[in-house]
């Protein structure tokens, strides 16, 4: 079993910084890949930013490329995303998620484990 915990998220100011983290317990993470996903009101979950445990490989939506970059801590088991240029569009529960992925790591699907969430608010 695996368990995620998110932290950071807030209320922010459009153009402000913002660094989520997840701290993950419970099993090796050597062949898995950990990702961002949010969720807007009304909207369907979609993917943010993933990394592959192992090797480091990073991958972002085109929405946030430029602007988010994720990164991994393997003393701490954490993975964080930091928000640049927060937009007001960029509003919503962000999702911490983790599974043994070989392909189509943006799909909601190919993930086993989430956490809790954290909202993200960035006023206009």
């Known amino acids: 079993q695996v368990q995620l915990v998110e932290s950071g998220g807030g209320l922010v100011q459009a153009g402000a910084p913002l660094r989520l983290s997840c701290a993950a317990s419970?099993?090796?993470?050597?062949?898995?890949?950990m990702g961002w996903f949010r969720q807007a009101p009304g909207k369907e979950r979609e993917f943010v930013a993933a990394i592959r445990w192992s090797g480091g490989t990073t991958y972002y939506a085109d929405s946030v490329k430029g602007r988010f970059t994720i990164s991994r801590d393997n003393a701490k088991i954490t993975v964080y995303l930091q928000m640049n240029s927060l937009k007001p569009e960029d509003t919503a529960v962000y999702y911490c998620?983790?599974?043994?992925?070989?392909?189509?790591?943006?799909?909601?699907?190919?993930?086993?484990?989430w956490g809790q969430g954290t909202q993200v608010t960035v006023s206009s």
């Open positions: 998620a983790a599974g043994a992925i070989r392909f189509r790591i943006s799909s909601v699907d190919s993930y086993s484990y």
């Open positions: 419970g099993r090796t993470f050597n062949t898995y890949a």
